[in-house]
């Protein structure tokens, strides 16, 4: 049969290697839908007339609700699996891709549409189960990098979304419709859940209650929150950044954050990869120092050209690295009857963590006129999550007893 058996000796199947193809594919079109509208929002703040804290809520509604979103979908998928569940999200998805197109002229229709284009964020807890279950323990890591190379659907969005928009205001979302319409499609057909995987019989609130009092879920999600929240909020902020310190064009600061999000979606597989020859939490340790490391450089306003440069592409690569190894410890040390659930919980709060700093820096930038104090409030959560990850992190081994609160 072609599956894997788990060992760490055991070569992926033909069938592991295209599930974890299309997950990534789904995942990085998924997300491009999800980023819809950070793209054009100085576009909807003109036309519409909204203030600048009306922006920024007009673009985080998506990415609330994806974040909390992934936590329901993550315990469904343990219970139906991903072969219903990824084409079902990515073809409801299109609603509120289309719904774009008329909500655009009034700003309740577009919160609307934003709180239903979250749904989008959601399958990242589809992917990870799905990826997880088909590759032997030595290799998850990396095949977890590789699908979380898929967050690279928002740096898709944010470099062809605007220009798209610049050939008819309504193109962009008719290319994304009709492209996660042909992914739901070829989901339905091609996704394949692995033979015999074990379902769980409990009722939905139990299974995320079970995830809740583990221990190591919160651990995860904290460590996740600085990795990918880093990475979310750079993605949301850096443009704004780069905008009002360094002076660039609207296009100039789009193309570097859109380099910056490049990056860090390199960078995930090879985080993953190192994490299945040195433990994850080494790894996650090392990544989240070079992080700490260059905000105290970048928190001193260095010249873009070229040591900036060099600091946001550092920071990128240790944030995408440790993205990519703190999912390897999920693969490692979960139970597999409970990787959706836990994946949703831990990418939750991950997604949560990219919420607050555009805000904090906002606020800081407002009052003191540096954004200063902000990189060095980075520095300063990537050294403690270095620290706990060293120090706490690589005393928990694969295959142990999983500890509950």
Same mark, same amino acid.
């Given at each position: ?15 592991? !290697? ?16 999800? =980023? ?10 003109? =036309? ?9 809520? /007009? ?28 084409? /079902?999200?990515?073809?409801? +998805?299109?609603?509120?891709? &289309? ?27 589809? %992917? ?51 492209? /996660? ?14 033979? %015999? ?6 009722? *939905? ?11 190591? $879920? ?5 460590? #996740? ?20 310190? #360094?002076?660039?064009?609207?296009? =100039? ?10 990056? $860090? ?16 939490? +080494? ?27 060099? !600091?946001? /592409?550092?920071?990128?690569? %240790? &944030? ?8 390897? @410890?999920?693969?490692?040390? +979960? ?11 831990? %990418? ?10 555009? *805000?904090? @820096?906002?606020?800081? #930038?407002?009052?003191?006129?540096? #954004?200063?104090?902000?990189?060095? &409030? ?7 999550? !270095? ?19």
């Amino acid at each position: 049969m072609d599956t894997t058996d788990g060992t760490p000796g055991t070569r992926p199947s033909v069938t592991a !290697c295209l599930n974890l193809a299309l997950a990534t594919v789904g995942f990085a079109l998924t997300f491009w839908a999800w =980023d819809l509208i950070a793209p054009l929002g100085s576009d909807y703040k003109d =036309d519409l007339g909204l203030s600048s804290f009306q922006q920024s809520l /007009l673009v985080a509604v998506p990415v609330i609700v994806g974040s909390l979103g992934r936590i329901p979908v993550g315990a469904l998928t343990d219970r139906y699996g991903a072969r219903l569940m990824f084409p /079902l999200v990515s073809a409801l +998805t299109i609603v509120p891709v &289309l719904a774009l197109i008329p909500a655009r002229h009034s700003y309740a229709a577009m919160l609307g549409a934003g709180f239903l284009l979250g749904l989008g964020g959601t399958t990242f807890a589809i %992917g990870v189960p799905l990826v997880n279950s088909w590759f032997p323990p030595a290799r998850r890591g990396f095949a977890l990098g590789v699908f979380g190379m898929g967050t690279g659907g928002v740096a898709l969005s944010g470099y062809f979304t605007p220009r798209m928009a610049e050939h008819g205001e309504n193109l962009p979302f008719l290319v994304v419709a009709v492209a /996660l319409a042909a992914f739901a499609v070829l989901g339905a057909l091609l996704l394949r859940d692995l033979p %015999g995987r074990a379902v769980p019989a409990e009722s *939905l609130g139990t299974r995320l209650g079970g995830a809740a009092r583990l221990r190591v $879920t919160w651990e995860l999600s904290a460590l #996740y929150a600085i990795g990918f929240g880093g990475v979310v909020a750079f993605g949301v902020y850096l443009p704004t950044y780069l905008k009002t310190w #360094y002076e660039l064009t609207p296009t =100039d600061a789009g193309t570097k954050a859109a380099g910056f999000a490049v990056a $860090t979606v390199i960078f995930r597989p090879i985080g993953g990869w190192l994490a299945d020859r040195v433990h994850p939490a +080494t790894v996650t340790a090392g990544a989240l120092a070079l992080v700490a490391l260059l905000a105290i450089v970048q928190a001193f306003d260095p010249p873009l050209a070229p040591l900036g440069t060099i !600091c946001f /592409l550092g920071m990128a690569a %240790g &944030l995408g690295a440790a993205g990519g190894a703190v999912f390897a @410890m999920v693969a490692q040390i +979960t139970p597999q009857p409970r990787v959706g659930s836990v994946t949703g919980i831990v %990418g939750a709060v991950g997604g949560l963590g990219g919420f607050v700093p555009p *805000l904090v @820096m906002g606020a800081i #930038y407002s009052a003191q006129n540096s #954004y200063s104090i902000g990189f060095m &409030l980075l520095s300063d959560l990537a050294l403690a999550g !270095c620290v706990y990850a060293y120090g706490r992190m690589r005393s928990i081994r694969p295959g142990a007893p999983v500890r509950q609160r």
